[in-house]
């Protein structure tokens, strides 16, 4: 028997992916108690006596469900009759997470010692996690699309946590019989359906009244903003991010983003295209549908700050564009601000800025944190 699939027989013990049961038996069905969901249409969770049941919507398929976990706490015993479904023995000490976003929600839950690895730490922002990479108390296992399985076996890893995408799997990672946790909250159509995926986390890391609270404090701030924005008597038109290649990737109006700024108050172009993803359309469209924006919002990526200079050097056109001319553009430089550490534990910070940004007659005094003006 080779190294490898004898030391991939320890997480298969230890965390024992079970098909015991089709479904519960008729005494839990009795006693389950459902938890309410109020935001997030990715999972469902509903509490037994002996075990805790999550189930993941299948996102591009709403109708399926794409994964079941039976939490179980470790200083109980394995129950009997489980239902089918990858069985978890809580709470997990040791994760491997794939993405940058990810470890800032372990972080804010104060489990960030519990991240023993982690993908791409060149993309990670978090001084902590940056820290312990350093320090070699936690390693980076490579690329997320080919990580070192080699390596998560001798970390002893007990899940890892990353981010489906639509057919595609996770490679070798998947044979290792290490339950892995699959994150789809990038696809909730409701900046708060994202951070209501911490509760998700709080039950695998056992910080259940922990995630609870940080999810209804964030929810009551982000909906008193959202009432703020009520007051304002115009809504202005926004074009949001940048063409790539030959075309224009537009958020959905039923995206977070969409929904984003309809509750700033801002009258998104594209509000009126249906779905999750993102659309692609021709910058002609664009132009035709967007040139006359209020203003224009974009997110990059770089060591250095972008100008008004830089942007019409790198496509001409963009500068006929009325937001351009009338110097209404701001931007969000993701990699000396924390907009996506933020953006599922913090969606009201974010929506602070844009508030500010379309009506700063509302928050006087306000100093944005994510979104500045393009420098001239």
Partial sequence: MTRISLKVLVPLMALTICSCASSPSQEDAATSQPDSVLYARGFQIRH????????????????????????????????????????????????????????????????????????????????????GVASGSIADIGLSTAPDVEKIID?????????????????????????????????????????????????????????????????????????LSCEAAEKPSVLLELKYGSAWLVPSGESYIGTFHRDAGGDYIFKDITGSDNAVIPFEKVFDVASDADFWLFKYASRSNITYKDLEKEYQPYSNFRAFKEKKIYVCNTMHTSYYDDLTIHPDRILEDFIFI??????????PKYYFPLQQ
């Fill in 48 to 131: 037994f006596d002996e075990y805790t049941a999550v189930s993941l919507r299948d996102p591009w398929d709403t109708l399926k469900v794409r994964q079941t976990y039976i939490l179980v706490e470790k200083d109980r015993p394995l129950p009997e009759n489980l239902p089918e479904g990858i069985v978890v023995r809580t709470p997990v000490e040791r994760a491997i997470v794939y993405t940058s976003v990810h470890c800032a929600v372990l972080e804010q839950l104060a489990c960030s010692g519990k991240i023993i690895g982690v993908c791409e730490s060149e993309y990670i922002s978090s001084p902590e996690i940056l820290s």
């Fill in 155 to 227: 970390l002893g890893a007990e899940m890892i946590i990353a981010s489906p995408f639509q057919n595609s799997g996770y490679g070798a990672a998947e044979k290792l019989g290490i339950p892995i946790l699959e994150a789809a909250d990038y696809m909730e159509n409701h900046p708060l359906g994202r951070t209501e995926w911490c509760r998700l986390f709080g039950l695998f890391f056992g910080k259940r009244a922990e995630a609870d609270s940080i999810f209804h404090s964030t929810m009551n701030s982000y909906l008193e903003l959202k009432r």
């Fill in 358 to 367: 379309y009506h700063p007659e509302l928050l006087p005094g306000y100093s």
